[in-house]
């Protein structure tokens, strides 16, 4: 099917573990980007790309790291998680900027 | 200070009724969009309106409406003939042009009641 999808839905990890949530797009959308949601914040955005091997920061990229080797992947990586890091994950897409981003279902990651 | 604020933690609407969500916005952006996004229970995002900063008219796609106050730095979301199925959280969001950033509020939810 096309659209867009994120793996795990839902994972448990440890303090001090690397994680890494899945982004795959079947749009070939230029700009995908990551947010994080929280009780109380809404949305807030981790890291964007553009294009291939193109990434920049959002508002809460500390912890984090991306990467995008292929258009359709932006798998995000949690280095070290953190107790802080419990969230839901959204992998979002669109063709450009200034686009209506198109989101995944989600990722609910907890850290004990 | 917050980009965007939605100062309507919940609201509850009658089932057929009208209803307005609040948006407020801060950039120095002269260029940007407002976005407003629904998130039923179950979790996904949904896409539901657009307006950009130069767009000289309101934005209208179906039973919503985006009531843009340019000068007023407000976005709001109207939702005519509420309908059970719209009870959800609703999110406005903002585009920067210039500053490559997006950010969301914190959310209203909304409860229609039958």
């Known amino acids: 099917d096309a659209g867009i999808t994120q793996s795990p839905r839902y994972k448990i990890t440890e303090t001090g573990r690397q994680v890494t949530l899945m982004c795959h797009q079947t749009w070939s959308h230029s700009y995908m980007f990551w947010y994080r949601q929280d009780l109380g914040h809404g949305l807030r955005l981790i890291y964007y790309s553009a294009a291939a091997d193109i990434t920049d920061k959002g508002e809460v990229s500390d912890g984090y790291v991306v990467s995008r080797s292929k258009t359709e992947n932006f798998p995000l990586t949690l280095e070290s998680a953190t107790r802080s890091q419990t969230s839901v994950y959204f992998c979002?897409?669109?063709?450009?900027?200034?686009?209506?981003?198109?989101f995944g279902p989600g990722t609910r990651l907890t850290v004990l | 200070a917050q980009k965007i604020t939605q100062t309507q933690p919940g609201m509850f609407v009658q089932e057929k009724e009208a209803v307005t969500l609040d948006c407020t916005y801060d950039?120095?952006?002269?260029?940007?969009?407002l976005f407003w996004y629904k998130q039923p229970s179950s979790g996904e995002m949904i896409f539901l309106i657009y307006?950009?900063?130069?767009?000289?008219q309101n934005a209208t796609e179906g039973r919503y409406s985006l009531n843009f106050q340019k000068a007023r730095k407000s976005a709001n979301l109207v939702i005519s003939a509420s309908q059970l199925g719209d009870s959800a959280m609703y999110f406005c969001a903002m585009r920067e042009v210039t500053g490559n950033q997006f950010y969301f509020g914190t959310g209203t939810s909304l409860t229609v009641i039958p």
């Open positions: 307006q950009g900063s130069y767009d000289q």
């Open positions: 979002a897409s669109s063709p450009g900027w200034a686009d209506t981003q198109y």
């Open positions: 950039t120095s952006d002269p260029s940007y969009g």
